[in-house]
């Protein structure tokens, strides 16, 4: 059976689109809604995770013509909820997608401007409004979009698998009278029609083709030579003159599974391959070490090795480069285990490790970022390709006094199903950071402090998160959504606690300069000096997304403001500022 067949909504109907983030639901969507509007059809098409702005141009290099334009009608779900400048069009209603009542008054506003039966209305997607407002949205399912369908017209909507409670999904699924599950396996999209008014239940395989990128592309090429020569200096000067190269463990903890809440299946494996990728020096296309002078140049190359089968090799490796380069970014202290690694088959224990502290017992291994950097590094330096990866054996998370790792020149099997976090891991980890950073505001009990190392890490541990958004577009979105949600939560939390407005937001400022996300000043406009979101980075455009998300959600919270940015540091601009709306 042919997706054209699929694309095709039958009338009355509420068709779920399910699958997991970077699945395909959004091209599945634009198709349909392209489809539908070459039968001279009105289509209304709600955006909760990109803009209608962004909406329309994908439209258009799919074939939206100038004729058919007339016939789609758009609710813009995204910009107002994460800040972003709106649009002021007839075609276009902006909405805080937090806000269902609003939503539903938005479908019933066009449902009687357009005046008849036959629409189409594609919800790209359910998940931000449920990550928002909770179980909620099936009784809005229920309630608005399957009764929009019952009046004569069509509804497909679309949910990330994994982003909520199984039970809420089962309840999404039962009220709909279609269900096509999505997902990738094998460089294939897999589309499983589970349920369907019309159509038996049947898989269609197509394949799929993707190119890699590398973060290094996106940072300044004088920023990466500076930060090489003071590597092979011991660090003795900064990169951020202002405030330092070390940021608080809670802020990167609080930009990386913010991002988790969206996507706890899919989004580790994707931070893994990308990091992986971006780390193995084969893939940067320009050689770093040729930024170092002559003699050391040469030093370097003298001590690695040819390869890392035997243990003495990878021992070499580890002592020489991997360990003094951890203690540099006070990312942890490693430990290689000679007597229990074997060729091919290497062990390391990793002490008071920076993605795993303040997050004992909490159930689940919650280290992969540094593991990844490390086997990426590894298979670069390698004279022979190979794939290397690695998996941790022990973990803070899971109840041990310390991590430790596997790695191995092949795919493991049960990485993948590692890495995935159920949901319950992930509202235990930002419950438990909630906690530490109440902690601090309250009674300024320092923040994630480590016997040895203290509480800060190089702000390229950082780096390595939110660099990932400009090298896999759709990470954008769930950065800027957990920005979003985690401000929000933060905002209501510090007004229960008693706070007033300008309390609330003094001590949001006082948290982030302690972090040293940056020197942050709020005068007119909020000013982050050496953001450390963007910093030695080049981009086309504002892309603070996480900070952006967290300040509007924060101010949305607690002022019913939204801010929006107008300057950003990787535009070349002197700091990264937001203006309030």
């Known amino acids: 059976m042919s997706l054209s067949k699929l694309q095709e909504i039958p009338t009355r109907k ?40 962004e909406a329309e141009i994908q439209l258009k290099e799919k074939g939206l013509i100038t004729k058919s334009a007339g016939l789609v009608f ?73 009764r929009f369908a019952a009046d004569g017209n069509s509804v497909l909507a679309c949910f990330d698998e994994g982003s909520g409670k199984k039970e809420d999904l089962v309840g999404m699924m039962s009220i709909s ?48 030579k500076q930060d090489m020569k003071m590597a092979m200096d011991g660090y003795k000067s900064t990169l951020r003159p202002k405030v330092g190269d070390f940021i608080n463990i809670a802020w990167r903890d609080l930009v990386f599974w913010s991002g988790m809440l969206w996507d706890p299946e899919n989004f580790p ?25 002559w003699y050391k140049r040469n030093l370097f190359r003298l001590l690695i090795p040819d390869n890392f089968t035997k243990v003495k090799n990878m021992k070499k490796m580890f002592e020489w480069g991997t360990k003094s380069t951890q203690q540099r970014y006070n990312s942890g202290i490693i430990e290689f285990l000679e007597k229990k690694s074997k060729p091919d088959e290497h062990y390391v224990r990793f002490l008071e490790g920076y993605e795993c502290w303040g997050f004992d017992n909490i159930g689940d291994s919650l280290a992969f970022m540094k593991p990844a950097m490390t086997v990426g590094v590894l298979a670069g330096m390698e004279k022979i390709q190979r794939e290397w990866n690695i998996i941790e054996t022990k973990c803070i998370g899971l109840g041990d006094p310390y ?29 438990r950071l909630k906690e530490h950073i109440l902690a601090y505001i309250q009674n300024k009990k320092p923040l994630m402090e480590r016997p040895t190392l203290g ?14 958004p400009l090298v896999a577009d759709q990470l954008v979105m769930i950065f800027r ?13 510090l007004i229960q606690t008693g706070l007033n407005e300008n309390e609330a937001v003094k001590e949001l400022l006082d948290f982030m300069n302690y ?55 990787g535009l070349g601009d002197p700091y990264c500022e937001w203006e309030f709306k």
């Open 269 to 293: 494996m994707k931070m893994y391959d990308i990091t992986k990728y971006s780390n193995n020096p084969s893939n940067f296309g320009i050689d770093l070490v040729s930024y170092l002078p």
């Open 14 to 53: 509420t068709i779920l689109l399910v699958g997991p983030p970077g699945s395909g639901k959004s091209t599945f969507c634009q198709n349909v809604i392209l489809q539908n509007l070459a039968m001279d059809k009105p289509t209304i098409f709600a955006t909760t995770e990109y803009s209608s702005q």
């Open 74 to 146: 758009f609710i813009d779900g995204y910009n107002k909820t994460v800040g972003l400048p709106v649009i002021d069009r007839l075609d276009v209603i902006n909405v805080n997608c937090g806000n269902l009542t609003n939503l539903g008054i938005a479908i019933a506003k066009y449902q009687r401007n357009i005046g008849k039966k036959g629409i189409l209305l594609v919800f790209d997607s359910l998940t931000s409004p449920y990550l928002l407002c909770g179980s909620e949205v099936i009784r809005f399912l229920r309630l608005t979009l399957s």
């Open 455 to 468: 509480s800060d890490v190089h702000i390229h541990e950082l780096q390595q998160v939110t660099a990932a």
């Open 177 to 224: 009278d279609g269900t096509i599950n999505i997902n990738i396996e094998e460089k294939k999209r897999i589309f499983n029609v589970v349920k369907h008014p019309k159509i038996k239940p049947t898989k269609i395989k197509v394949p799929i083709v993707t190119s890699p990128q590398v973060m290094a592309y996106h940072f300044d090429e004088d920023y990466q």
């Open 515 to 569: 972090c040293k996300v940056g020197k942050v000043t709020l005068e007119e406009t909020i000013r982050i000096y050496e953001n450390s979101e963007r910093f030695g980075m080049k981009t086309k455009d504002p892309s603070c997304y996480f900070t952006t998300g967290f300040l509007n959600g924060f101010m949305y919270a607690i002022k019913n403001q939204h801010v929006k940015e107008i300057r950003c540091i």
């Open 403 to 431: 991590c430790e790792y596997k790695l191995v020149p092949r795919e493991i099997d049960e990485l993948r199903s590692s890495l995935k976090k159920k949901t319950t891991t992930i509202d235990k980890v930002n419950d």
């Open 481 to 493: 959504m957990g920005g979003t949600k985690a401000g929000k939560k933060l905002g209501e939390t």
